[in-house]
């Protein structure tokens, strides 16, 4: 029998100004897995991860975390629901006015109840975690775009979240900053963490991925494990674009 | 030699006023942070009908010259309901009912600027939106908010010279008062004017002080941009 999976989405579909952007999509995946969501830009990728934890609502379909259906008009069930699932932005979203620590801290008070000495020692093992405990006591503003986006990955894994979704963590950062920021993806990896991340990061997908779903038009069009659809023989979508993207 | 006896004299009366002018001042700042604040929230996330009421709350107050709206509330008003409100407290309240719809632009304008990011950020770590408000959106808006609320204060202290009208006694009353006995008044009335500038000038000093103590690193000074 299979487990049941971390996160399943069934059917999610939006439309924005009159326009569908995400058709009937749907997916799963198991503790431990890092799926790779691949696609052209404009394909809808932030929209759906978006749409999984209702940053933007989705007109209907089916989101279960460990086999619960989410129900998104109960305010509180869907705060508690966001706490389980991290959330990492390409433009990483730090809280311009808190420091590194702060930002992780944050919600661990305000939203765990944690007394603010316990948050901000957890805060700084996060950011331990991610290689910047000396980082702890600058601001957004005093960081580079990589401490930045590990210091939005700490503040993720603060919440002891259950799986972590993450949309192009590297896309806005200068090309030498972008090893940082993947290794510390890679060591969540290995470490078990279930992840969704979209990324056209290639290689780290050909590396890490259980399975690439790439996207287009809102909808999945092809999915399957690295192997299948890169390897060099393969007559596939994923290979055209991976071959337009070395360019 | 005569209008310096005048002036003089008449010195610790005026300078007196101050107390009360600078009374009046922080008193409708505070009213009207109070009430600018929600005033501003209901404007950018209320719901329709809780954006039509501020809409309407600020329409009234910068519509309306503050010298009616004394009249209307200290002799129309207060006085109809029987409310024992005093002219100083009359001008705080007016003052302060003004201000609040100035500053709920300014509070406004400062959220809006802020990246929407922001407040996504927020909630996805779990925060409902009152926390996200209220953790987030306000310690970054009211810091930015800070140099056109110093500008906001200096208007403020100007508008308040006329409650003297209701025979408030501020400055501009006291002064009015002395020199219409003693007929000196070029000298008397440089000498409010200069009251009003340097009590312009310690707030405004002030107030840039918090603004700096409160500034985020990394940012430049005025905390508009991101690097
Ligand atoms: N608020 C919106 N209103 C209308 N269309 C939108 C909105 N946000 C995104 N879109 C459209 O949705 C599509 C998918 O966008 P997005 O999810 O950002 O794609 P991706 O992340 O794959 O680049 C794009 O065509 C974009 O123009
Ligand atoms: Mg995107």
Known sequence: MMETPVLCIENITLTLGGRKILDQVCLDIQRGELKVLIGPSGAGKSSLLQCINHLVRPDSGIIRLEGEKLDAANTRALCSFRTHVGMIFQDFNLFDHLSAEENVAIALRKVRGFPRRAALDRALEELGRVGLARYAALYPAQLSGGQKQRVAIARALAMDPKVILLDEPTSALDPELVGEVLAVIRELAKAGMTMLMATHQMDFARALANEILFMEHGVIVERGTPEELLRPDAVTRTRDFCAKLVV | ?227
């Not at chain 2, 030699?1 to 922080?26: D, E, K, R």
């Not at chain 2, 700042?29 to 009421?53: D, E, H, N, S």
């Not at chain 2, 003297?164 to 006291?174: D, K, N, S, Y």
């Open chain 2, 1 to 227: 030699m005569q209008h310096l006896i005048v002036v003089w004299n008449a010195s610790p009366y005026i300078f007196g006023g101050s107390c009360v002018t600078v009374g009046i001042v922080v008193l409708a700042l505070a009213l009207g942070l109070m009430l600018g604040v929600p005033l501003a929230l209901a404007q950018v996330y209320g719901g329709v009908l809780a954006r039509r009421c501020a809409g309407l709350y600020v329409w009234f107050f910068r519509g309306v010259p503050i010298l009616v709206q004394l009249f209307l509330f200290y002799f129309g008003l207060f006085s109809s309901l029987d409310l024992p409100i005093n002219a100083f407290f009359s001008s705080c309240i007016v003052l302060g009912l003004t201000s609040a719809a100035y500053q709920s632009q300014i509070f406004r304008g400062a959220i809006l600027s802020l990246p929407s990011g922001q407040f996504k950020a927020g909630r996805a770590l779990g925060m409902s939106d009152a926390c996200s408000v209220r953790c987030i959106i306000l310690p970054q808006a009211l810091r930015l908010s800070l140099p056109g609320w110093a500008n906001e204060f200096s208007i403020l202290l100007k508008d308040s010279a006329i409650c003297f009208v209701l025979g408030t006694q501020e400055i501009m009353a006291r002064t009015h008062f002395v020199a219409s006995r003693t007929h000196e008044h070029l000298a008397l009335f440089m000498l409010a004017g200069l009251l009003y500038f340097l009590i312009t000038l310690a707030g405004l000093t002030l107030l840039r002080r918090l603004e700096n103590a409160l500034s985020t690193p990394g940012y430049a000074a005025g905390g508009t941009g991101a690097q």
